[in-house]
């Protein structure tokens, strides 16, 4: 299959980690930011390949493990209400609240229905007009462009029965904060389609400032094997940079069209992030322009007071400080049938990717 | 008790009060609900065993016998529909069990409203089907329920066959070894992303086709063929990746699989990276993984060849002394990962 199996190449990935293993002398900390890359590199065995001297961490940058135990109460608030009918991307589903998950809600009856795009919501919300349809906003800039783009399409075809519940968010805060934080990363495999919309404008303070090298890496395992190897070199010269690998779909300027459209509808607001608490501008509000599809303002739910699961250490793991094998409830109260905590429930968590894929090891 | 052993089994019981859809999947949670309730209040020596047919014994004769209930949504899907997923369903059970099926019984719960000209196409297919498999539907039960009750038609088939006993230990698998060869009969995914891609919302055009078919033809020529057979499963529900993984389970040998070795046609492979699915766990109604000892393999091999459903057959991964207890999959680019069962319910209503 085109822009897949030349990518997939055994000799290529056999290459790379061959001239990764020649170029690393001294022991390097990479962090992949995104949770699409820790699933890419568990799924195709990529550890199995690298010298001792590269350590990967798993990032902050599954938007379902960062996401507080808050917004989900408060999601599953909404569902409890009559006449509401919930859309969401499949990760959320299983993902536990305080005391109950949408699936459960599901399974109590409320309606509350999977869909592949927020567009599907505008649909449903046409079809149901005496229903409010509260979409679950998640996800960096690779989801949010979709969901500005539905309230744009629902502000100009005056669809007042589609709300959006965003929690949606942005990298760069977050991948200062972890140095700030003092967690050992030596460079960051950045995420490939979030730049495909931002450029690569967004991490120059952390190479400039922090010193770390970024490189925008693709999905597939000859991307990661050669993203790590830029990162390698360019640890091993001591010359940090962003540079990137994933050509074929970002530009350095990226999408210009789709900021616009993040900026009409979204704005910045302090928000919290599991592990890191509560980062200044890291978040996206709806504008007031936009307040009547905006869930937040136009549904009044009472939300059960956030319990936290005790012993979880998806914080620690989200910070790349603890990897999912050192936590006490990984693979014993918590798995992917029974999760404690996000990140065993995402397939992009850390936790998900090491107990399918790398739990015996 | 220390009170954090009794907040676990607390919250056990408040995470575990409703059934989930993912209790139908295949996968763990399946797995889990029919080990926990069914065999611990049906208790009994054929249940225990969690074959996919229970083998009897009825006047010095051996039996197999199974059922299987089909929601599949859409009814109708390229390559068939529900009625004929219903006989292959049963027939395969029977089949991989080592049987040679005969009987069948059918039960159609339909919602009112139902379209004649829609029902009897799928008996149709039913009719055409078992006939090609050599089996006879000879009972059934017709349930009408009220609109809205449930969706569209159901139906549950049982089937019976008879076993030689020399077949019998092939559905609990008690004679494989290190060294024995792991081969499927085709591509895998099909049935699956067929279903998935004939569901309107998606609003996807595909010309994906269920695999969707009797294997009794294929399985007897195997076992006519060789002697080597040590255990045979239709990869179904949970896929290629659950049936390794459940067949590992708890077991004093390994599995590895090579990911190269398996066959998956483009379209199905290009509609799992759009949606992100593994095809390793999606379902197949026509695959059947079969162990075989190494130097029955290369027979077993030309025998399914020689069948229209097994053009594509191959030799996919080898049992080991290492690692036992788990299934690994050593993958296209030269890395090495552990293959689990499905957790969860990756996609409902799919037979």
């Known amino acids: 299959m085109r822009f897949i199996d030349e990518y997939r190449d055994k000799e290529l990935v056999l290459k790379l980690s061959e001239e990764i293993r020649k170029t690393s002398t001294k022991p390097v900390s990479l962090m992949e930011v995104c949770g699409g890359h820790t699933m890419s590199i568990q ?134 904060a972890l140095v700030d934080e003092g967690v050992k990363i030596n460079g960051y495999i950045a995420p490939g389609h979030v730049s495909a919309i931002t450029g690569v404008s967004i991490y120059k303070d952390i190479a400039e400032k922090y010193h770390l090298g970024c490189v925008i890496a693709g999905f597939e395992p000859v991307d990661l094997m050669e993203a790590i190897l830029m990162l390698v070199r360019q640890f091993e010269d001591n010359e940090p940079k962003v540079e990137i690998q994933y050509r074929r779909a970002v530009r350095p300027e990226g999408n210009i069209r789709a900021r616009e459209m993040l900026d009409e509808v979204f704005e910045f607001r302090d928000d919290w992030w599991r592990g890191l608490g509560i980062l200044p501008a890291s978040g996206m509000g709806i504008r007031e322009k936009y307040a009547a599809f905006d869930a937040e303002k136009m549904l009044t739910v009472e939300v059960e007071p956030t319990r936290e699961d005790k012993g979880c250490m998806c914080g620690e793991i989200l910070k790349g400080l603890k990897n999912p094998k050192e936590c006490k409830l990984f693979a014993k109260s918590c798995t992917p049938q029974n999760p404690a905590g996000p990140c065993m429930v995402s397939n992009e968590g850390a936790c998900h990717a090491f107990y399918r894929y790398n739990r015996n090891t | 008790m220390p009170f954090t052993v009794i907040t676990e089994i607390l919250k056990k019981m408040i995470k575990n009060d409703k059934v989930l859809l993912g209790h139908g999947s295949g996968g763990k949670l399946s797995h889990d609900l029919v080990s926990d309730l069914f065999v611990k209040y049906f208790n009994n020596n054929y249940l225990d ?19 299987d209930s089909f929601v599949v949504d859409p009814i109708f899907f390229p390559g068939g529909n529900i009625g004929k997923l219903a006989v292959c369903g049963t027939v395969n059970d029977l089949a991989v069990s080592g049987a040679t099926p005969l009987y069948l019984s059918a039960g159609f719960i339909i919602e009112e409203g139902f ?4 029902l009897e196409t799928i008996v149709r297919s039913m009719a055409e089907e078992a006939k090609k498999a050599g089996v006879v539907i000879v009972t059934g039960d017709t349930k009408v329920v009220n609109r809205g009750k449930c969706d569209k038609i159901f139906i549950n088939t049982a089937g019976i066959g008879k076993i030689e006993t020399q077949h019998v230990h092939i559905g609990e698998g008690s004679r494989i070894k290190p060294g024995d060869k792991i081969i499927i009969n085709g591509s895998i995914g099909d049935h699956g992303m067929a279903v998935l891609a004939a569901r309107k919302e998606l609003n996807i055009q595909s010309d994906i086709q269920s695999d969707c078919a009797s294997l009794n033809g294929l399985i007897q020529n195997i076992l006519t063929a060789s002697d080597g057979i040590k255990f045979m499963r239709d990869a179904t529900r949970g896929g290629l990746a659950t ?16 990911e190269s070795s398996l066959l998956v046609r483009p379209k199905v492979r290009a509609f799992c990276e759009l949606l992100g699915f593994d095809p390793l766990y999606i379902a197949n109604e026509g695959k059947v993984v079969v162990i075989v000892d190494q130097d029955s393999a290369e027979k077993v091999i030309q025998a399914m060849i020689a069948n229209e459903f097994g053009k594509d057959a191959r030799i996919i991964g080898e049992i080991t002394d290492g690692y036992p207890g788990k299934a690994w999959i050593n993958t296209g680019i030269g890395g090495k990962r552990i293959l689990d069962m499905l957790a969860g319910e990756q996609l409902p209503r799919i037979c």
């Open chain 2, 49 to 67: 065993k969690q074959t996919d047919a229970a083998i009897l014994e009825l006047s010095g004769n051996q039996l197999s016998f199974t059922t």
């Open chain 1, 43 to 176: 799924r195709f065995g990529l550890p199995s390949l690298l010298p001792v001297t590269i350590r990967l961490l798993s990032g902050p940058g599954c938007p379902v493990c960062v996401s507080s135990r808050k917004f989900l109460d408060q999601a599953i608030a909404y569902s409890r209400l009559p006449n509401v009918i919930i859309t969401t991307y499949g990760d959320l589903i299983r993902v536990p609240g305080s005391t109950s998950t949408l699936d459960r809600e599901k399974a109590n009856g409320a309606d509350i229905r999977i869909v592949y795009s927020v567009m599907d919501s505008l649909e449903i919300a046409c079809k149901n007009p005496d229903k409010k349809i509260v979409f679950l906003g998640i996800g960096f800039e690779t989801t949010s462009p979709a969901s500005a783009a539905a309230i744009l399409s629902a502000y100009k075809q005056k669809i007042s029965n589609f709300h959006l519940f965003s929690s949606h968010k942005v990298m760069p805060p977050a991948m200062a």
């Open chain 2, 243 to 258: 049936v390794l993984a459940e067949l590992a389970d708890k077991k004093d040998f390994g599995i590895t699989l090579e």
């Open chain 2, 115 to 118: 379209s004649f000209e829609d």
